[in-house]
């Protein structure tokens, strides 16, 4: 079992920046990968961003390529999402997550799998 709580979400003008932070608990070291999803209102839920526990290799959703970045501590069992330059579209909860197996990790046709562990989420509003 793995516990997941975010944390980070606010609200800014476009053009801004947020750090959300994910801290993880339980049995974290048989974790494969983590992940940032989020879902917006009225829309499916979307990967944005994940790293490999091991070696640390990321992938991202193309929306956001450039923008974000996803970073990990493990030492700390923390997970970070660096997003810049935010823009209105960008607004949804966002979702921490963890995968145990490395097959969850793929991203097959920019589409992130089912991951086995998840946040709460935070809430991140982005005005124009």
């Known amino acids: 079992q793995v516990q997941l709580e975010e944390s980070g979400g606010g609200s800014v003008q476009a053009g801004g920046s947020l750090n959300l932070s994910c801290v993880a608990s339980?049995?974290?070291?048989?974790?494969?990968?983590m992940a940032w999803f989020r879902q917006a209102p009225g829309k499916e839920r979307e990967g944005v961003a994940m790293i490999y526990r091991s070696g640390g290799d990321t992938r991202y959703a193309d929306s956001v390529k450039g923008r974000f970045a996803i970073s990990q501590d493990i030492a700390k069992n923390t997970l970070y999402l660096r997003m810049n330059n935010l823009k209105p579209e960008d607004t949804a909860m966002y979702y921490c997550?963890?995968?145990?197996?490395?097959?969850?990790?793929?991203?097959?046709?920019?589409?992130?799998?089912?991951?086995?562990?998840w946040g709460q989420g935070t809430q991140v509003t982005v005005s124009s």
């Open positions: 339980g049995d974290t070291h048989n974790s494969a990968c």
């Open positions: 997550a963890a995968a145990m197996v490395a097959l969850e990790c793929a991203v097959v046709g920019g589409k992130f799998l089912e991951y086995s562990y």
